[in-house]
């Protein structure tokens, strides 16, 4: 394992590759479970016969338990260490996936994507923390390689859902506790080393909080770049939770294929997630969220308007670039606000999420009353609101 050296204050340290690594290969395991919740609504939606309505109440119960606790357990973990929820987090997210294979009405299944959300709220902060301390000052590398390993998740669980859930049925969800169980002992030992650097840098002056700009330039970035998450979580809601629906409706495809498809923008987007950091480091992260957030816009304007094979394409170039944008914005956050790492984990992983999930109930509705198409012709227009990072200061170089 790369190891922290702590010879002077002044010393740059070794990044720490071996535990973000760690954090990221847990990243994944928690969203694989996590994603299969998405993947299965085909499944779910017959099994329990559910309208969209019901489709966009559990991803809002899911992003809004997280939503919630997330900036909470930030700001608690910015005051006092505590290093051992995290191997808790993936005992929550693997109960919430148990209850899920077993439930017999949609009043459980709304319980089991709450537990989900628990423990999404508990590992994003301070696993986040975590690759921030190992990256030896290689932020963007340190986060982009953290973020990789849950759209990485993200992109395997519809393959799972579709190769294994799908042929055996919801109860086959349970198999996955194996997976809760590996991610457990990881993160145990990745607990260990967070209590060994804390006793290596006690002695250390503490991290600096004063802000880089005035109070009022700083509140006004952060709201910028809360906004900009936010409407990128509306979009990727609105992908992650209903583009099985819109190819099987608009090109009468079968499920295993929609869930290729689905995987096919979700692997571009943890493509793009690791290229966005390193990038970031080289060039400035307000460089990639001008590239991100703006760069998308005339593909994601085309999408609702093409062929099968051009949904496909388009699908993986707006997954590629829009995607790269979020460790970005993680990075800028957290050097506007320095010394606060877990409380801008939490707002960023978890509220700004949170509308992504009230996004999808949103959609949800329009997507009973109007259509899935046109839910599509809607979202396409949502990252025009990227024109907001033009707000966005030059922060003073260090």
Known sequence: MSTVTSTSGISPEKTAFSVILAVSFCHMLNDIMQSLLTALYPLLKANYSL???QIGLLTFTFQLTASMLQPAVGIITDRWALPYPLPLAMLSTCSGLILLANAHDFWVLLVAASLIGVGSAIFHPESSRIARLASGGRHGLAQSLFQVGGNAGSAMGPLLAAFIVIPFGQGSLSWFSIVAI???FVLSWVSTWYVRHRRTTMSRAAPSRALPLPKGRVMWAVAVLVLLTATKNVYMASISSYFTFFV???FGIDVQQAQLMLFLFLGAA????FLGGPIGDRYGARFV?????????PFALMLPYANLFW???LSVIIGLIFSSAFSAIVVFAQELVP?????IAGVFFGFAFGF???GAAVLGIFADRQGIEFVYTICSYLPLLGILTILLPKLPTR
Do not use: N
């Open 311 to 313: 949904t496909g394409v």
């Open 248 to 250: 099987i409706e608009k």
């Open 182 to 184: 590996i991610g457990f």
């Open 270 to 273: 943890a493509a793009g997630t």
């Open 339 to 343: 010394g606060r790492v877990g409380l």
């Open 356 to 358: 992504g999930g009230m």
């Open 289 to 297: 969220i001008w590239f991100s957030i703006l760069g998308v816009i």
């Open 51 to 53: 309208d969209f309505v």
